[in-house]
């Protein structure tokens, strides 16, 4: 009798450990998690952080100044497929997260980290590579901005934070 309880308790542990696994891995093939806003380091188990100066991803834009309330193309390639990603605009004087993203690409969503689509992540795990997007200046002065983003290849890799060129707000004394 003894044995049939242990098997018991063995299998609705396997059990619950199994679907805690499932459901935390599939937690974030529909996006970054908040918990994510602050630092762009991805919440998974064990991942492995690669340097963010490498020559696969590049975020940049084609323009090097903008005005308040401009829209701003941000383009992201890669050499190499990924399944994830969370972009935002910082502002170079305090790292804070700044204006708005209007244009998604396919497999994209909003998220709302301090104010209403300040950040963009992925919102299936289908393999990207190059993504485009339309940021939105805030109407007021906020200064000199960067795009950030952070890219997953894998549930175990990632690179965190890799960075654009700074753009200038235009007008500034």
């Known amino acids: 009798m003894e044995d049939g309880r242990r098997a ?9 450990m199994t679907l805690c696994l499932v459901s935390y891995v599939t937690a974030f093939s529909h996006g970054a998690s908040l918990t994510a806003c602050t630092d762009m380091m991805p919440r998974h188990l064990r991942v492995q952080l690669h340097s963010s100066n490498n020559n696969y991803i590049t975020v940049h834009t084609n323009v090097s100044f903008y005005f308040p309330g401009d829209k701003v193309p941000v383009t992201v390639r890669s050499t190499r497929d990924y399944m994830g990603f969370m ?8 790292n804070e997260i ?7 690409p396919p497999g994209s969503k909003l998220l709302t980290c301090f104010e209403d689509g300040d950040t ?9 590579r190059n993504l485009s997007f339309v940021w ?15 890219i997953v290849q ?13 753009v200038a707000q235009g007008g500034q004394n």
């Open 8 to 16: 018991h308790t063995a299998i609705v542990g396997w059990a619950c």
């Open 98 to 104: 700044a204006g708005t993203f209007i244009f998604l």
């Open 120 to 128: 963009v992540t992925h919102s299936d795990k289908s393999l990207k």
């Open 154 to 166: 894998s549930y175990f890799v990632y690179w965190a934070k890799i960075e654009s060129a700074v």
């Open 87 to 94: 972009l935002q605009a910082r502002k170079v004087s305090n």
């Open 136 to 150: 939105k200046a805030p109407d007021q002065p906020i200064g000199d901005i960067k795009f950030f983003i952070s």
